[in-house]
């Protein structure tokens, strides 16, 4: 990778540019912030709008790419000459197939693409191009869709929002959703290092990172053409070290992109020392379940993912835990045994050596057994205040 490198000093200085939503006109943000970075050339051009569609969520859950944003780069595109435009993502591994569609159609993608006119793939419909024995941190062979090869224009559109693993999950983690989705969980073992090899192979044009429901008085639009300065200074933002996340570091050692702050050019409003203070996944499910312990250090997402989404689920029916419970997943020493704790579940075929009472097997385990285990545990929250008032439910 020496010559990324080395091409990548010659001849780039990075800029990217940070842009306050006005007056709720995303058009208008979407259009600044792609011009302060010298525009693309769309005349005549097939692009793919790359939004991130991991989940059915709603745009305000903060996990998916707002739709108005796709929308206003659509027309963006048009307006510049685009002779064909594709919105087409691969959503998370765990969906189950029946859901994929959900994907697209429950976020409001389906809708705007639609409207505009364009069509709107699931990746897993289209053809894969095949890739082996890349690197020691990828899986020996693994497939990624052919509309990134096959496109003139990528436009890699990520939401601005935190990741268990790899603390902030932006513009190079979201090309992620470019892969075979059974591939996607192989990728997870070195989650850092094998993103960076992807970002070797997919190489988008443009990447627009969407912040603009993160706070509703504070809609950003931050973006570069430089992948890697473009999540620098959106970590940055977000109230975090660049050099502190792995996956920036490492694509900036392997040539991909500049980290330093310093010597990115900033362009757009001057929102000089404006810091978003994001909470890690970790503080966060600390600060709503003051009773969980979770040990999960050495699980995959196999066991994290469905984890997580259990609790976000629980948090969401506003649910709590009603007594200590610590949640075990990923290889464990014996010793594990020998820690007293009252209420342990145990989550993946991972645990099964040191597994008590409570086990969930399975590799990955089904995500409605683990929630049906913890759920004994949880109580809805006005259970609790009706059992304080004495009534019995
Ligand atoms: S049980 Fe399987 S899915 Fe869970 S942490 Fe172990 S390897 Fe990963």
């Known amino acids: 990778m020496k010559s990324l490198e080395e091409n990548f000093k010659k001849n780039k200085v990075s800029c990217v540019s940070v842009i306050k939503v006005k007056g709720g006109d995303i058009y208008r943000g979407v259009s600044f912030a792609i011009e302060r970075v010298g525009g693309v050339n769309l005349k005549g051009k097939s692009v793919l709008i790359k939004p991130n569609l991991v989940d059915p969520r709603l745009p305000e859950s903060g996990e998916i790419t707002n739709p108005e944003v796709v929308e206003a780069l659509i027309k963006y595109c048009k307006e510049k000459g685009a002779e064909k ?8 591994y765990y969906q189950s197939e029946t859901r994929l569609k959900d994907c697209f159609t429950k976020t409001g993608t389906a809708k705007v693409a639609e409207k505009c006119g364009v069509k709107w793939v699931i990746f897993d419909d289209l053809s894969y191009r095949k890739f082996r024995n890349v690197s020691p941190y990828t899986p020996p062979e693994f497939m990624v869709t052919d509309l990134v090869f096959t496109s003139d224009v990528i436009i890699n559109v990520p939401v601005m929002k935190t990741h268990f693993m790899s603390k902030v999950t932006l513009a190079m983690k979201n090309l992620k959703g470019t892969l075979k989705r059974e591939n996607k969980p192989k990728f997870h073992r070195n989650l850092a290092r094998a993103v960076v090899e992807l ?30 300065a473009t999540d620098a200074v959106t970590s940055s933002i977000m109230g975090f070290n660049p050099e502190d996340v792995e996956m920036i570091k490492f694509g900036f050692e392997e040539g991909l992109g500049e980290i330093n702050l310093d010597k990115i050019k900033v362009e757009g409003d001057d929102l000089k020392g404006i810091k978003m203070n994001f909470f890690l996944p970790s503080e966060k499910i600390k600060e709503k379940f003051p009773l969980l312990k979770l040990e999960v250090e050495n699980a995959c997402c196999g066991c994290l993912i469905p984890i997580l989404s259990c609790l976000s689920e629980f948090e969401e029916s506003k649910e709590k835990l009603k007594i200590k419970l610590r949640i075990v997943a990923g290889e464990k020493e014996e010793k594990i045994l020998k820690t007293p704790f009252p209420n342990t579940v145990f989550i993946g075929n991972c645990t099964k050596k040191v597994a008590k009472n409570f086990f969930v097997e399975g590799c990955p385990p089904d995500e409605k057994e683990i929630k049906k285990t913890l759920k004994n545990f949880f109580i809805r929250e006005e259970q609790t205040q009706d059992k304080k008032r004495g009534i019995i439910i």
Do not use: E, Q, W
């Open 199 to 228: 970002n070797k192979i997919v190489r988008p044009t443009l990447n627009i990172v969407d912040a603009t429901l993160v706070r509703k008085d504070f809609p950003l639009l931050i973006a570069g053409k430089d992948i890697v």
């Open 85 to 92: 435009i594709v919105v087409g993502d691969g959503p998370s």
